[in-house]
């Protein structure tokens, strides 16, 4: 009966979603019950999202206790996984995943309901009637097309398996960071309509909406670094970042969100860029919308997608269509009942954030572009594909342009400033970028323009990250002060590593037999021999390397990783993580003579990419507790 009481807690929550909108609609109109009506939408949202969470809880426990009779367990599970991978595998999935998402999307629903206090009540009620229509999407889309408790007849005596590539501890964290962040843009989405269907786009509007769209970059800046580290290690191939579409799908939202961050904080602290800010609210959305749609409707062949059939697809491009299209019509419609803000001189803090906003979205047009081009050329009967040269070519000169700026955006001046004046303050940050330009000229090896350029202003910038902090007494600089300056060195430490792993990797593809050698970047890598390893669902062959730099000794063994259910081969690496770099093994297979194909990458400091994502989000989430923990004095800081 738990797939039953699953089944009927999404039924429930989506007739109260239904029962959310029908009393903000009501509730909007000029009537005697107006008040009580709207008062009402608060606890129907509440209730709504504990229901959500009692389905999705109750098909975990069907996972967790491997009920066969359920098809979603059937098909992606089996007794013999690990706990974690039965509890990760209720998400692991089509059904669950979206399961999951409407989850959240309720729960955050819920939360607006029981804290936002800020916004009056006809904008709240508006703001709740949104995410209402964005929930009953979704729960049809459950509930019609893609229902997670659909029982399995037969019920056989054991299930097919998750996919082997999804069996890492990573999947029970990486996807509902990433959900968490789609459904904050979502929060955002509302907050918008809401504002504009009752005309308050404004400073309480924005503030109400800023923690919402941290909260939401902080959750995507972590799925993206959870993921690329992900398919670095599991997938075998050495890198950190394949344009993959599916990857895209993740960073589209992520660039939109930044745009978003940047403006509504000059909204809240200036009561500037008001139609910038709830046109980007929208864009955000439809980026996460987009990507969903690229997951989730078969169109995609990635080891990122879920294949779905094209009944489900098509109802998810419904969706799109629907949700995106109506809001760009609302805002169309409405956008001309949006007040002017204030003004601000092009040499501004605001003037960089538009430049800032302006240069984000040139990068967003580019992968957006890229790739749903070869999907629109394939329905005309042309097979073509857009992969890195193109991504790195045509975005790469814009995101060093936008590091330039974001290096000087923190030193602008509110409102009105000069060049004159801004270059005297920049004189640091430009001494770090030439230092460090000719310094990587005299004493590197040759190294490609973009790295070069890359290293340079990541220091020219990592210096301008603390420039706010110049002069000021550090124990009384707001938090979202810090946030701010965590957040730029983060970006700066991020582009030193990857500008490093395009720089200075080095890469040797050989076959060895036990005790053979060779050298690899400072590495010298010997193979000692091999030995089967199994476990509780695969078996493998394990091989044992030996590697030593100077003093340095490591032991590495990577495996080729065999799982009967269901029946896959695997390429499982082994990393020797230094302070200087990784040195990063893989296994291949028997050359049929004895000898073993074995790849080696030795990558200095690529580690910089992943721990500069890490700071990103703590700075984003430093910026959130102070923007959200009450604050002593009210000030007007840079910062988000």
Not at 61 to 74: I, R, T, W
Not at 518 to 525: D, H, L, Q
Request: proline share 5%.
């Amino acid at each position: 009966m738990i797939a039953e009481a699953g089944f009927a807690a999404l039924w429930l929550a989506a007739a109260l979603a239904a029962l959310q909108l029908a009393l903000a609609a009501l509730g909007l109109r000029p009537r005697d019950d107006a008040e009580e009506l709207m008062a009402a939408v608060r606890p129907v949202a509440i209730v709504q999202g504990a229901l959500a969470l009692v389905a999705m809880l109750l098909l975990i426990l069907l996972f967790l206790q491997s009920d066969m009779s359920v098809k979603l367990v059937v098909e992606n599970s089996h007794s013999a996984k690990p706990w974690l991978y039965k509890f990760a595998g209720a998400w692991g999935n089509h059904e669950g995943s979206m399961l999951l998402w409407v989850t959240i999307l309720g729960l955050a629903g819920g939360a607006v309901a029981l804290v936002e206090r800020r916004l009056d009540m006809r904008t709240l009620t508006a703001t709740l009637g949104a995410q209402a229509v964005i929930a009953l999407g979704f729960y049809a889309f459950l509930l019609f097309a893609s229902n997670p408790f659909a029982r399995a007849e037969p019920a056989p005596a054991d299930g097919a398996g998750l996919n082997p590539l999804l069996q890492d501890p990573g999947l029970a964290f990486h996807p509902p960071t990433l959900y968490a962040g789609y459904v904050g843009l979502s929060v955002a989405f509302s907050f918008a309509v809401g504002a504009l269907l009752t005309g308050q786009v404004g400073r309480d509007f924005a503030r109400a909406m800023r923690p919402w769209v941290l909260g939401a970059w902080i959750f995507l800046t972590l799925g993206i670094t959870a993921g690329s580290y992900w398919a670095y290690y599991e997938l075998g191939w050495g890198g950190w970042w394949f344009w993959d579409p599916v990857e895209n799908a993740s960073l589209m939202p992520w660039l939109a969100a930044t745009a978003l961050l940047h403006s509504v904080t000059v909204l809240a602290t200036r009561d500037g860029l008001r139609a910038w800010t709830v046109m980007l609210a929208v864009v955000a959305f439809s980026m996460s919308m987009i990507g969903t749609f690229l997951v989730r409707s078969g169109i995609l062949t990635s080891v990122h997608a879920f294949a779905v059939d094209p009944t489900r697809g098509a109802f998810i491009l419904v969706l799109l269509a629907l949700y995106i299209g109506g809001a760009l019509l609302l805002f169309g419609l409405r956008v001309g009942t949006v007040r002017q803000g204030r003004l601000f001189e092009p040499v501004s803090r605001e003037g960089g954030l538009v430049a800032n906003n302006l240069l984000l979205s040139v990068i967003l047009g580019i992968v957006l572009i890229g790739t749903l081009y070869p999907l629109v050329a394939a329905g005309f009967g042309v097979q073509l594909s857009v992969g890195p040269p193109f991504f790195n070519k045509a975005a790469g000169p814009v995101a060093l342009l936008l590091v330039a700026l974001m290096g000087l955006g923190p030193l602008l001046r509110w409102r009105r400033d000069s060049v004159q004046a801004l270059l005297v303050r920049a004189t640091w940050p430009i001494a770090a970028t030439v230092f460090a330009f000719a310094g990587l000229i005299v004493f590197a090896m040759p190294i490609g323009m973009f790295p070069l350029l890359g290293l340079s202003l990541a220091a020219g910038l990592a210096v301008a990250s603390v420039a706010p902090l110049w002069g000021r007494n550090l124990r009384r600089t707001p938090l979202f002060t810090w946030g701010m300056v965590i957040a730029h060195l983060g970006i700066a430490v991020s582009m030193a590593g990857m500008a490093c792993d395009a720089a200075f990797t080095a890469e040797r593809l050989i076959a060895l037999r036990p005790g053979d050698s060779t050298r690899v970047g400072p590495w010298r890598v010997t193979l000692d021999g091999l030995s089967p390893v199994v476990a509780d669902n695969w078996s493998a062959v394990q091989a044992r390397l030996t590697a030593t730099r100077d003093d340095a000794r490591r032991e590495l063994f990577p495996q080729s990783r065999t799982f009967t259910t269901p029946p896959t081969t695997t390429s499982e690496s082994a990393i020797a993580t230094m302070a200087d770099g990784q040195l990063y093994t893989v296994l291949g297979q028997p050359d049929g003579t004895g000898r073993w194909q074995v790849r080696l990458w030795w990558k200095p400091f690529v580690t910089l990419i992943w721990f500069g994502g890490v700071l990103v989000a703590l700075g984003g989430l430093v910026s959130l507790v102070g923007r959200v923990l009450p604050r002593r004095r009210a000030v007007a800081e840079p910062g988000w």
